[in-house]
Nanobody
Framework: QVQLVESGGGLVQAGSSLRLSCAAS??????????MGWFRQAPGKDLEFIAV????????HYADSVKGRFTISRDNAKNTVYLQMNSLNPEDTAAYYC???????????????WGQGTQVTVSS
């Protein structure tokens, strides 16, 4: 079992930066055994894959929509995964979710545990 809690969302202006955090508490399998992903969902839209990082942190993959602007990282000693978001624009407005799984995937079904989400709103 893994419990995930996101934080760091807020209201910012276009061009700004935010760093989201996702703190994990795991029983059984340790946090460092999970691949971690970030997804987002804008109002009226489907859940969208953003980024994934492997359990070791050595591999990452991004959606084209955020490549070059967002960076995913993790600190296994702190049981935390991060999403650094730069050059934000209004199209990035959404609820952001972190997820844990074993598939290093880009599909929601690749993940077994989800956080409650944190809202990011970017004004123009």
């Amino acid at each position: 079992q893994v419990q995930l809690v996101e934080s760091g969302g807020g209201l910012v202006q276009a061009g700004s930066s935010l760093r989201l955090s996702c703190a994990a508490s795991a029983s059984g399998r340790t946090f460092s055994g999970y691949d971690m992903g970030w997804f987002r969902q804008a109002p009226g839209k489907d859940l969208e894959f953003i980024a994934v990082i492997s359990s070791s942190g050595r591999s990452t993959h991004y959606a084209d929509s955020v490549k070059g602007r967002f960076t995913i990282s993790r600190d296994n000693a702190k049981n935390t995964v991060y999403l650094q978001m730069n050059s934000l624009n209004p199209e990035d407005t959404a609820a952001y979710y972190c997820a844990a799984g074993w598939e290093y995937g880009t599909d929601r079904h690749d993940y077994d545990y989800w956080g409650q989400g944190t809202q990011v709103t970017v004004s123009s």
